[in-house]
């Protein structure tokens, strides 16, 4: 059984850092593309960012382009997204995205499972 945990959000002023974490285990494809994508109140899931297994190849939103890494530790299953000059709108429910395949794209359908969300509220 596939388990993403995501964990790290929480409330935060403007201008400051975050440093969310997601926990996999149980994928069969260890060697996976994951994902970052959140979701605003009354809006879409949007795409954030993603990374190959070998963390090479790397690809952000535009919003969050050089304010927001993400990176992994393979040893522990594990994905991070540091995200650094947070914003109002920023705040949205993150969720952690594993594909079956090791190639990173945009586009929610392209990743099989999904974790429960971390809340990210970043206040003015």
């Known amino acids: 059984q596939v388990q993403l945990v995501e964990s790290g959000g929480g409330l935060v002023q403007a201008g400051g850092s975050l440093r969310l974490s997601c926990a996999a285990s149980?994928?069969?494809?260890?060697?996976?593309?994951m994902g970052w994508f959140r979701q605003a109140p009354g809006k879409e899931r949007e795409f954030v960012a993603a990374?190959?297994?070998?963390?090479?190849?790397?690809d952000y939103a535009d919003s969050v382009k050089g304010r927001f890494t993400i990176s992994r530790d393979n040893a522990k299953t594990t994905v991070y997204l540091q995200m650094n000059s947070l914003k109002p709108d920023d705040t949205a429910v993150h969720y952690c995205?594993?594909?079956?395949?090791?190639?990173?794209?945009?586009?929610?359908?392209?990743?099989?499972?999904w974790g429960q969300g971390t809340q990210v509220t970043v206040s003015s």
């Open positions: 995205a594993a594909a079956n395949t090791d190639v990173v794209g945009k586009r929610s359908y392209m990743y099989a499972y």
């Open positions: 149980g994928l069969t494809n260890s060697r996976s593309a």
């Open positions: 990374i190959s297994w070998s963390g090479i190849i790397k």
